[in-house]
């Protein structure tokens, strides 16, 4: 029987991604900003501390490259809730608003997944009660991402990092105050 802290690939990571994404909307209503990431110690999971402002999603972001850097991450999967933005009824889409201001929005929580073997994504559209609360993750029917772009992107190293990067990342991270022992709690265990 395998451990179920220790994905073994993407796609386990991904699932274990989405559990994660549904205990956190059953008990709080929302998800936060969170890396998973398979490596050779084991699992690591962060959440960073706030999402405040551009500043703080670029620290993220940056955070998660190093994390994985410092511990040669094999895969990593990214799970961030946002707004999505569909086109219209016409088919037409608005490019000059953010998805967050736009009549034709969706609320979803998504997963971004990497591995050396390439990139997966997932899209959890959420159903909300009558009151707002959550209800349950819909089916997502729209097409798969083919490619991704963005501060959560390319959090993965292009290589396997050398034994130098790896110990400068974790003299960074140390310095920042993110710990492997933090990084390795099981949040499935609250």
């Given at each position: 029987m395998s451990?179920p802290?220790?994905?073994?690939s993407l796609?386990?990571?991904l699932?274990r991604?989405?559990d994660f994404?549904?205990?956190?909307?059953?008990?709080g209503g929302?998800v936060?900003p969170t890396?998973l990431a398979?490596?050779p110690g084991?699992p690591l999971?962060?959440v960073p501390s706030?999402?405040?402002?551009?500043?703080?999603?670029?620290?993220f972001?940056h955070?998660?490259r190093l994390?994985?850097i410092?511990?040669?991450?094999?895969?990593?999967?990214m799970?961030?809730?946002?707004?999505?933005?569909?086109a219209?009824?016409?088919?037409t889409?608005?490019?000059?608003?953010?998805?967050s201001?736009?009549?034709?929005?969706?609320?979803?929580?998504?997963l971004t997944?990497e591995?050396?073997d390439g990139?997966k994504q997932?899209i959890?559209?959420?159903?909300r009660t009558g009151a707002?609360g959550?209800?349950?993750?819909?089916?997502f029917?729209?097409?798969?991402?083919?490619s991704?772009?963005?501060?959560?992107?390319?959090?993965?190293?292009?290589?396997?990092?050398?034994?130098e990067?790896?110990?400068?990342?974790?003299m960074?991270?140390?310095a920042m105050?993110?710990?492997a022992?933090?990084?390795?709690?099981?949040?499935?265990?609250n």
């Open positions: 451990n802290l220790s994905p073994q796609d386990a990571l699932a991604a989405e994404a549904l205990f956190s909307m059953r008990s929302k936060p890396l398979d490596t084991g999971f962060f706030t999402l405040r402002d551009e500043r703080a999603k670029d620290n972001a955070t998660a994390i994985c410092a511990h040669a991450a094999t895969a990593a999967v799970i961030l809730e946002a707004w999505m933005k569909l219209s009824p016409d088919g889409l608005d490019l000059s608003l953010p998805p201001e736009s009549l034709h929005r969706k609320e979803v929580v998504m997944g591995s050396r990139c997932k959890l559209p959420i159903i707002g959550f209800f349950t993750f819909g089916e029917t729209g097409p798969e991402g083919t991704f772009q963005g501060r959560f992107a390319q959090i993965l190293p292009p290589k396997v990092p050398s034994p990067m790896v110990a400068k990342a974790r960074v991270l140390a105050g993110v710990t022992e933090a990084l390795r709690r099981d949040w499935s265990g």
